[in-house]
């Protein structure tokens, strides 16, 4: 399922990119900031990676400040920087099957992840697969790939 962004999609995606800027560097993964909103708009969670460990994922550490029975969770919308990862070695769970799990019906990004670290990155098709709206940003992804100029082949 896709849909059409809305003004308020690119004011949260805005507001994750800077919190993206937080994550500590690393030559081995991707500056990722992710926001919670909840069916009013507001917000109830964000994260970045490497917010509380060096391995925890932006998606992965919004959803943590929220207990997994909120019922704000089953009209919520999160937004990441980047393409939730669908394989991951450093966790038992991916950000996409944590979305699924959290039952977080509309997610919006502004850039899929490139085959930099994992190859046949499939996020946005297991969403939509499972019914999650899924809205692309792409017109905001210079923002996210000039926050992650540090990794080898990304421009900013």
């Known amino acids: 399922m896709n849909a059409e962004p809305s003004t308020a999609d690119e004011t949260w995606m805005r507001r994750a990119i800077e919190l993206s800027r937080l994550c500590p560097p690393s030559e081995t993964a991707f500056s990722v900031g992710a926001i919670i909103?909840?069916?009013?708009?507001?917000?109830?969670?964000?994260?970045?990676s490497?917010?509380?460990?060096?391995?925890?994922h932006a998606e992965e550490s919004a959803l943590?400040?929220?207990?997994?029975?909120?019922?704000?969770?089953?009209?919520?919308?999160?937004?990441?920087?980047?393409?939730p990862c669908a394989k991951r070695s450093s966790r038992p769970q991916t950000c996409?099957?944590?979305i699924l799990a959290a039952g977080i019906p509309r997610v919006v990004i502004a850039w899929r992840e490139p085959d930099l670290f994992i190859s046949d990155v499939d996020g946005v098709e297991i969403l939509r697969a499972a019914g999650v709206s899924v809205v692309e940003l792409p017109h905001l992804s210079p923002g996210v790939r000039e926050v992650?100029?540090?990794?080898?082949?990304?421009?900013?």
């Open 148 to 156: 992650n100029a540090h990794l080898p082949g990304v421009a900013g």
């Open 64 to 83: 943590a400040k929220l207990a997994p029975e909120d019922v704000r969770l089953g009209a919520a919308m999160i937004y990441s920087t980047l393409e």
């Open 37 to 48: 909103v909840d069916a009013a708009g507001n917000e109830i969670a964000n994260g970045y």
């Open 50 to 56: 490497r917010e509380t460990d060096p391995h925890v």
């Open 96 to 98: 996409t099957e944590l």
